[in-house]
């Protein structure tokens, strides 16, 4: 089991940037995929990055791609986002997920291992 705590959310302006920190504990962090999601209320949930277990392969949703960073630390068991260039739209509640991801699909597949989330709202 993995069990994960968002935090480094909060309120900027746009064009900023935030941080996000994914915590997780438990021993299989560390052969997760991990992917970040959003959802904004009466929205369904978006994935919005993805990472490989060793961290050498990323995805990014194409509304973020340039301006999202997704990193893993194995070592302290995180996994975080950079957010650039922030915009409106990316106002939402982030959650990051432990899953898999598909190499010959280039595709991530969310496990049942969620965050509660922290809110990121964008807005002068």
């Known amino acids: 089991q993995v069990q994960l705590v968002e935090s480094g959310g909060g309120l900027v302006q746009p064009g900023g940037s935030l941080r996000l920190s994914c915590a997780a504990s438990?021993?299989?962090?560390?052969?997760?995929?991990m992917g970040w999601y959003r959802q904004a209320p009466g929205k369904e949930r978006e994935l919005v990055a993805t990472?490989?277990?060793?961290?050498?392969?990323?995805k990014y949703a194409d509304s973020v791609k340039g301006r999202f960073s997704i990193s893993r630390d194995n070592a302290k068991n995180t996994v975080y986002l950079q957010m650039n260039s922030l915009k409106p739209e990316d106002t939402a509640v982030y959650y990051c997920?432990?899953?898999?991801?598909?190499?010959?699909?280039?595709?991530?597949?969310?496990?049942?291992?969620w965050g509660q989330g922290t809110q990121v709202t964008v807005s002068s």
């Open positions: 997920n432990a899953g898999r991801y598909r190499y010959y699909s280039a595709s991530y597949y969310p496990d049942n291992y």
């Open positions: 438990g021993s299989t962090f560390s052969i997760n995929a």
């Open positions: 990472i490989t277990s060793s961290g050498d392969r990323t």
